[in-house]
């Protein structure tokens, strides 16, 4: 569930090689519950045919400004004032010439002139024309007047030669496409903190101590509060992508996370701690390799700083973050561990999870969790995917926020 569901999208495409890929942005935005309606101009009917995007849309796909068929509306009007996003990919130099120029000679470029919804496009072409002093003023025109542009990116172009022109990937081109549409939503206006992933203490240059957190559940967080238009840090040790818009700020031990976590929720009114952080660091990093020797090691272990507790008391002089949320990742006793926890760290909700179920906590998509608020008042959510329980928790914050 993102916030592409139930949007209406037009995707208009232009006449490139990468029209091939729009096919694919089209198929990912179905699949992310989008109503797509295509718009192709002639020049992309030469390079693909509307029956592709037939097929994959379900939809009739448009591509005449004066095409009427019986008892229809004048397509531009109806496409312009129905639409969510215009989402043009691929944007060819000459597209983003008639756009910055305010030509309406086809149905894309009309609809363009005369739709209220945002637009984002996605240039490709062969370098030389990009970087040509006539499309950089296009596209600086463009932008200046509200339009997103992402890319285009470096690498091969159609001529075989190598240099920034290429279309984003179809899985930038839908990022981009849920950040534009992020502006309206029901975060707007809020900043929050997000952490993710499990710390890693070193013990010597090549190894260090961990726990088996992935990070899945801090990045949905970052992803879902991004796309409801929320301003986003997420401070993370994992290595998995970062949202387009999201700050990312990479870290590895607890107290990395402790320094940059303290240094950005001045301003936030949120912090939700997903990271599993460890509570014990070698007490001594050494400097060398450390070579076997002997039967056993036992390794003297020092404890780290509990960031939450640390965030409690910067807060208390602060006022920030105005709602602090953490999880409580269990095997047993879950409700009474979190319970001590939601207090002994004074949270304003906390969701506890039981990590000893195979389909809930590391490294799998979904997860259980029961929410425990400051006030006594508790919830349990459904088995539920982590994208959904992120949302979940993003709606109750943002009561907490309010109320
Ligand atoms: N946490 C933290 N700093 C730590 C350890 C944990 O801020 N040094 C945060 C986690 O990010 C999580 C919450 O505190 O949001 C609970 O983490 P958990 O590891 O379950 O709690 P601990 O305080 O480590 O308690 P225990 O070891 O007794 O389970």
Redesign the pocket.
């Known amino acids: 569930m993102t916030n592409l569901k139930n949007k209406r999208i037009v995707l208009g495409i232009t006449g490139g090689i990468a029209a091939y890929k729009s096919a694919i942005v089209a198929s990912k935005l179905v699949q992310a519950g989008a109503q797509v309606e295509v718009v192709m101009t002639g020049a992309a009917q030469k390079f693909i045919t509307p029956l592709t995007f037939q097929a994959l849309t379900h939809r009739r796909v448009y591509t005449n400004l004066f095409h009427l068929p019986p008892g229809e509306n004048i397509p531009h009007i109806t496409l312009a004032d129905n639409t969510d996003l215009l989402l043009i990919a691929p944007a060819t130099a000459n597209t983003l010439a008639k756009l910055a120029h305010g030509l309406a000679d086809n149905l894309l470029t009309a609809i363009a002139l005369a739709t209220p919804a945002p637009i984002l496009a996605a240039p490709a072409m062969e370098s030389d024309m990009w970087l040509h002093p006539a499309t950089q003023e296009n596209a600086a025109r463009l932008q200046s007047r509200g339009i997103t542009l992402i890319g285009p990116a470096e690498g091969r172009l159609a001529s075989g030669a190598m240099g920034k022109g290429r279309m984003v990937e179809p899985g930038f081109v839908l990022d981009a496409a849920r950040q534009v549409l992020a502006q309206h939503g029901d975060m707007a206006g809020k900043r929050v903190v997000v ?1 993710a992933g499990g710390t890693r203490e070193a013990l010597d240059p090549v190894r260090y101590l961990t726990n088996r957190s992935s990070g899945k559940t801090g990045h949905a967080l970052a992803a879902t509060a991004r796309d409801r238009g929320a301003t986003v840090t997420l401070i993370t040790t994992a290595p998995l992508p970062v949202p387009l818009g999201v700050q990312a700020v990479r870290v590895v031990s ?1 107290a990395d996370m402790q320094a940059a976590v303290l240094s950005h929720i001045d301003q936030a009114d949120a912090l939700v ?7 014990y660091r070698p007490e001594t990093l050494a400097a060398q390799k450390i070579k076997k020797s002997g039967a056993g090691l036992a390794l003297p272990l020092a404890r ?5 507790q640390a965030v409690a008391h910067q807060r208390e002089r602060t006022g920030r973050p105005r709602c602090t949320v ?5 095997t047993e006793a879950l409700l009474e ?1 979190a319970a001590e ?1 939601l207090a002994r ?1 004074r949270l304003d909700l906390i969701a506890a999870n039981d990590v000893s179920r195979p389909d809930a906590g590391f490294g799998v998509d979904t997860n259980q969790v029961t929410l425990l608020f400051k006030d006594g008042a508790a919830e349990t959510l459904p088995l539920m995917s982590k994208t959904a329980v992120a949302n979940h928790i993003w709606d109750r914050t943002l009561a907490l926020l309010v109320g």
């Open positions: 952490t607890a701690m997903a990271a599993a952080v460890a509570d780290t700083g509990d960031i939450l953490g999880f409580a990742a269990e561990n926890k760290k």
